[in-house]
Antibody, heavy 115, light 110 residues
Framework: EVQLVESGGGLVQPGGSLRLSCAAS????????MHWVRQAPGKGLVWVSR????????TYADSVKGRFTISRDNAKNTLYLQMNSLRVEDTAVYYC????????WGQGTLVTVSS | QSALTQPPSASGSPGQSVTISCTGT?????????VSWYQQHPGKAPKLMIC???KRPSGVPDRFSGSKSGNTASLTVSGLQAEDEADYYC??????????FGGGTKLTVL
């Protein structure tokens, strides 16, 4: 079964850091660009970041640029999102998704930034 | 990176058809055929319904169809069924390796 499973979310204080992971199974991520997308409670989907299949190209939404870093370990079939200098407005469910067609998605991991 | 414009809500009775619009600019929807649509039920992850404007992935019912005219993409759901009630989002490439979602449309089956 093709599957993505996110982990690493939790409660963190403003200014803190978290590292999210997205483990793939049933397929090899090395062939695909991959994305992170977030959804604040009760709000819509927002694109966060994208990484080329070999990790050589990364792009970010303006709202996270300079604070978040996307990376991947194709040998571990895993995608990452390092989140630094977290703000209250970063509170959201974070999803990873495969390819530029965002298919499939993981189940999401909740990040709560609060003091 | 402004969000694409979708109507907040749409509705239809079982068996009817409903169309959801997604309006952007020549820099995103109008400039590329990288438009996709996602269905999201409450508490669940989104699911791809349409890619490349009008292509339907395997397993998606043919009641779902997509199209584009100028800067506006559309998702049409024909023969509405109760299980189609969900939130729907469009997503487009926006140039310079940027991507953007629509604000989402809540579809209600009356």
């Amino acid at each position: 079964e093709v599957q993505l499973v996110e982990s690493g979310g939790g409660l963190v204080q403003p200014g803190g850091s978290l590292r999210l992971s997205c483990a793939a199974s049933g397929f090899t991520i090395s062939s695909y660009w991959m994305h992170w997308v977030r959804q604040a409670p009760g709000k819509g989907l927002v694109w966060v970041s994208r990484i080329k299949n070999d990790g050589s190209v990364t792009t970010y939404a303006d709202s996270v640029k300079g604070r978040f870093t996307i990376s991947r370990d194709n040998a571990k079939n895993t995608l990452y999102l390092q989140m630094n200098s977290l703000r209250v407005e970063d509170t959201a469910v974070y999803y990873c998704a495969n390819s530029d067609w965002l298919d499939p998605w993981g189940q999401g991991t909740l990040v709560t930034v609060s003091s | 990176q402004s969000a694409l414009t979708q109507p907040p809500s749409a509705s239809g009775s079982p068996g009817q058809s409903v169309t959801i619009s997604c309006t952007g600019t020549t820099s995103d929807v109008g400039g590329y055929n990288y438009v996709s649509w996602y269905q999201q039920h409450p508490g669940k992850a989104p699911k791809l319904m349409i890619c490349e404007v009008s292509k339907r992935p395997s397993g998606v019912p043919d009641r779902f169809s997509g199209s584009k005219s100028g800067n506006t993409a559309s998702l049409t759901v024909s023969g509405l069924q109760a299980e189609d009630e969900a939130d729907y989002y469009c997503f487009s490439y926006a140039g310079s390796d940027n991507w953007v979602f629509g604000g989402g449309t809540k579809l209600t089956v009356l």
